[in-house]
């Protein structure tokens, strides 16, 4: 009885595909991490010409595919199941990468400090309709800034005992948030065996992946952490304005970064992910609500679930700058398109104004309109 959506067909997702599996096979990913650079050449990889690229051949790919799990497990802090991630389970999470918050109690938005984000998390912690949690917001306010990412985690850690999406800011900071992790389970094996975080790794666009992006990529798969692959693809300015352009760059950011996990460690989970926008040139703006970022969501998630594997999406959320009708219009439509087409994990509740700014009141509407 449950109703879904699919914008593309078989054949289309089959098309976008070879071109993809085209483009990393014939042009290659340019891998700027020297450590996972030098690990996949011994696995196997060539390089193109110049050396500077290296070359994913399509073989490769669909069997790093076949290998990925179509589905995994998230547990909370005492090492019990929370949330499945596969299929068409939906769990709204946090919108992440906010760098301010609109303080409910004055209307100013301000950069945000560590009282802020403990009464997030107290208050997420309670919300019935979030799948887990997220560090949804940095504390630039009061922290130093090169350990604000294990300041975050360790806050979410302390205060919930649900999972929470994560990152590292910086090169090496992946095995700094994972010995926060281990406080909580008996060793690396159980770790995991039962994570209780799912990892971002930001594909950096053009077809490359930086140096923080390989090593966190390098440092998670080590760990056992999950990853979520996550390419901030800007219609119109560093992939094509068209969907299907759009998709083909797509897909072949997140390819290349699920094919360098099994290639690391077979079976390592992995969710096929993204925050797409539309580029806005004459207002240098790039919507995350835009329709056409929302078509290119869904969209991916379609070929994502062709594939048998676990999906990520920025939805449920609203460019706007305040918690007005324009912020429910847009946190309403994109949550009701990311249900539709079985999103595994929904980021995007409670933010606003292109992701950069949090707002607990807007978390609260968004709990009610994820039930």
Not at 73 to 79: A, E, H, I, Q, V
Not at 181 to 200: K, N, W
Not at 220 to 228: K, L, Y
Request: include cysteine.
């Amino acid at each position: 009885m449950r109703p879904t959506l699919n914008v593309l067909s078989e054949d289309l997702i089959v098309r976008i595909l070879d071109e993809a599996k085209r483009i990393l096979a014939e042009t290659g990913m340019e891998i700027r991490g020297p450590q996972l650079k030098t690990r996949l050449l011994d696995l196997g990889l060539k390089t193109d010409a110049s050396g500077d690229r290296l070359l994913f051949p399509a073989d490769v790919v669909e069997k790093a595919i076949e290998t990925a799990p179509e589905s995994f497990t998230l547990y909370d802090r005492d090492s019990q199941p929370h949330a499945e991630l596969g299929g068409y389970n939906v769990n709204f999470v946090p919108g992440s990468s906010g760098l301010k918050i609109l303080d409910h109690r004055t209307g100013e938005t301000r950069l945000a400090n560590s009282t802020d984000f403990v009464e997030y998390v107290r208050l997420a912690d309670g919300l019935e309709h979030l799948g887990y949690l997220a560090t949804a917001f940095s504390t630039n306010n009061d922290i130093e800034p090169r350990v604000s990412d294990a300041w975050r985690l360790y806050m979410s850690l302390v205060n919930s005992k649900r999972p929470v999406a994560s990152g590292a800011f910086g090169e090496h900071g992946i095995p700094r948030l994972v010995s926060l992790l281990q406080h909580f389970r008996s060793d690396a094996a159980e770790l995991a065996a039962r994570p209780m975080s799912v990892f971002t790794i930001t594909a950096t666009g053009n077809f490359r992946y930086g140096e923080d992006s390989c090593q966190n990529l390098l440092d998670c798969v080590e760990a056992g952490i999950p990853v979520e692959i996550v390419p901030v693809t800007l219609m119109g300015l560093i992939a094509p304005v068209t969907l299907v352009g759009a998709l083909v760059f797509h897909c072949v950011d997140v390819l290349t970064g699920l094919t360098i996990a099994q290639l690391l460690r077979p079976g390592h989970p992995v969710l096929f992910g993204g925050a797409p926008a539309t580029f806005h040139m004459k207002a240098a703006s790039s919507p995350m609500a835009a329709i056409e970022a929302q078509h290119l969501d869904v969209a991916y998630v379609a070929i994502a679930k062709y594939l048998g594997l676990p999906s990520q999406a920025y939805m449920a959320l609203s460019d706007g700058k305040a918690l007005d009708a324009q912020a429910g219009g847009e946190s309403f439509s994109s949550a009701l398109l990311a249900a539709l087409a079985g999103v595994n994990s929904v980021a995007g509740p409670g933010m606003l104004d292109f992701v950069l700014t949090f707002s607990l009141p807007k978390l609260v509407f968004d709990n009610e309109v994820c039930g």
